[in-house]
């Protein structure tokens, strides 16, 4: 069984159309990518399948409940990471774990032990009983994820579960991440505009653009698509030996060196450089998927990643200080 | 309703207020000027009721303000966890938005009976004797006003979409409440006019009860009371399920 399925999914806004007719099967045990930059209609497509927001038209299938007709249903079987900070600063962990953990309808005894084993999956186990205002932003985050995980959703959903962190905390993210996908087989649904976060971790990826699917496959399918990747070879390069190979697409000559663009790099960098000749430097650029990117959205994906982010701690300092 | 959900947020609710202890002194500042200046200033003036000074006529309206504006500013809080998205935790659990609403109030309820205990000691020890009966009385009548208000705070906090209207809700409805209210002075006394807006004010009916309750006189019977305060609490839990109920993620 599918673990989600959406039918034409619509989401229109007064003056925009937020999701544009999205039709996507996610396997159970899948670590999907949902790729595209602000306002691509990530978050709203999130928002539909966790039943926050009502879609204009169409349906979908979460967990084998309908969003539409069952959402408490549909609740109880995800989990959800929210992109900004929904964790509550008045509280400490161990409480916010409780809360959540009353919400989802745990059994009473379940939940203490539960709580116990979170706090040790992302390092919190210390620091369990201090205010969450006086949390940084990379434990915010952990203890976010803590909380989506704790009443063993099915189905993850994971908002920009990386933003704003620093790299330390990325990683330690991503290593949560996929030891969910091993030890439970939980379907993760994950947005992103982090490039190398898409092919590190995910088993598909949509890339998400005005509202519209406008690429579905494999990272490895998705960059070969895109075709060839780059060598750069300087040196007196014995242009016509280079070309006659099969794999050997382009051939120009840009300042003192040679730009070649060859079919999978990996396979065929060997030959080519055997036949070049004398040869005093190289350097190879494989195709990344900001090149997929660019190519299908006919854009760069991560123009203000890095503004948004900061808006973020911005809000974070608003509400300790109101809040206190 | 899912009642270990509402158990859950009142739980919330109490360990945020409880540890906000300079909220709770906060609010009794007001109520405290116009009970000690207020009332021992015009301490010449008499009282509507005989055998009782200015001062203790005005008690029961000054412990009805207590709970007034601990509600009403508890309810309109909820606009800083719409701001700061902390109600997202909640609007995407799997309980219904009756149960959030329910869960929310009697966490508002919890925060206006404690301050209504402290202002009853308050009384009790500075403004008049009130024996355990009277005390206890008081405390179950501010259980449904304390609903009420709560109920109807919640409704506006809802509803409203920034925190700049806080202001304008405490100019426009939180003091004319409580002046309309006959908190300072006799209904009997008033002028029609004023008498005439006092009708539609839910504050009035529980100034007229907790005034019953103290000073064993008031303008309306207690049943009368009783019977419009539950009328707005039916009515405001209403309009904050429905208002609840439109509470969406903000984008």
């Known amino acids: 069984m599918a673990a989600i399925k959406t039918e034409n999914l619509v989401k229109r806004y007064a003056e925009v159309t937020a999701v544009n007719g999205v039709s996507l099967e996610i396997k159970e045990g899948e670590v999907f990518g949902l790729l595209g930059p602000n306002g691509a209609g990530k978050t709203t497509l999130i928002s539909m399948l966790a039943t926050l927001v009502r879609p204009t038209s169409g349906s979908a299938l979460v967990a084998g409940r309908d969003i539409n007709r069952e959402p408490l249903e549909v609740r109880r079987n995800i989990g959800i990471v929210f992109q900004e900070p929904s964790v509550d600063d008045l509280l400490t962990a161990r409480e916010n774990l409780y809360l959540h953990s009353m919400l989802y309808g745990m059994p009473r005894k379940e939940i203490a032990p539960a709580i116990e084993k979170m706090l040790r999956l992302v390092n919190l186990s210390d620091r369990a009983e201090s205010l969450v205002k006086t949390y940084s932003g990379g434990m915010r985050r952990r203890l976010e994820i803590a909380r989506g995980l704790i009443h063993g959703p099915k189905i993850l959903f994971l908002d920009e579960p990386t933003l704003g962190l620093d790299p330390a905390s990325r990683k330690a993210v991503w290593s949560h991440i996929r030891e969910l996908k091993q030890a439970h087989n939980t379907t993760i649904i994950l947005t992103t505009h982090y490039m190398e976060e898409a092919d590190s971790l995910a088993d598909r990826i949509a890339i998400i653009n005005r509202g519209k699917i406008i690429e579905l496959d494999t990272p490895e399918a998705l960059k070969r698509k895109v075709g060839e990747d780059l060598v750069f070879i300087a040196g007196p390069v014995d242009e016509a030996a280079v070309r006659a190979l099969p794999f050997v697409k382009t051939f120009e000559r840009e300042g003192g060196r040679s730009k070649i663009s060859i079919q999978n790099s990996g396979a065929n960098l060997h030959a080519l450089l055997n036949a070049a000749g004398r040869i005093e430097e190289v350097e190879v650029r494989r195709v990344t998927l900001d090149d997929v990117f660019l190519k299908f959205a006919g854009q760069q994906i991560s123009d203000d990643a890095d503004e948004k982010a900061e808006g973020i701690f911005e809000r974070i300092a608003v509400n300790k200080a109101v809040r206190r | ?251």
């Open chain 2, 1 to 251: 309703m899912n009642f270990n959900a509402v158990y859950a947020l009142l739980l919330r609710e109490a360990k945020i207020f409880l540890r906000e202890k300079e909220r709770i002194v906060s609010i009794l500042i007001s109520p405290l000027l116009f009970l000690f200046v207020m009332g021992k200033g015009m301490a010449g003036g008499q009282s509507p009721v005989p055998g009782y000074t200015y001062q203790q006529f005005i008690f029961p309206g000054i412990m009805a303000m207590v709970i007034l504006f601990t509600s009403i500013t508890y309810g309109l809080y909820i606009i800083w966890d719409k701001r700061l998205d902390f109600l997202k935790e909640v609007l995407a659990a799997p309980i219904s938005r009756a149960t959030l609403f329910y869960g929310k109030a009697l966490g508002g309820m919890l925060g206006a009976l404690i301050e209504t205990l402290l202002l009853v000691m308050i009384g009790g020890l500075f403004i008049m004797p009130l024996g355990p009966g009277k005390m206890l009385l008081c405390f179950l009548a501010a259980v449904p006003v304390s609903f009420m208000i709560t109920s109807m705070g919640l409704t506006i906090g809802a509803r409203m979409k920034s925190m700049e209207g806080f202001g304008l809700v405490m100019s426009f409805l939180t003091w004319p409440l409580f002046f309309f209210s006959g908190a300072l002075f006799d209904l009997a006394g008033a002028a029609p006019y004023i008498r005439a807006v006092s009708y539609f004010d839910p504050v009035t009916y529980a100034v007229d009860l907790m005034r019953i309750i103290m000073l064993g006189q008031g303008y309306f019977s207690v049943w009368t009371n009783l019977g419009a305060i539950a009328l707005f609490c039916l009515a405001a839990a209403a309009l904050g399920v429905a208002a609840f109920g439109k509470l969406q993620q903000e984008k």
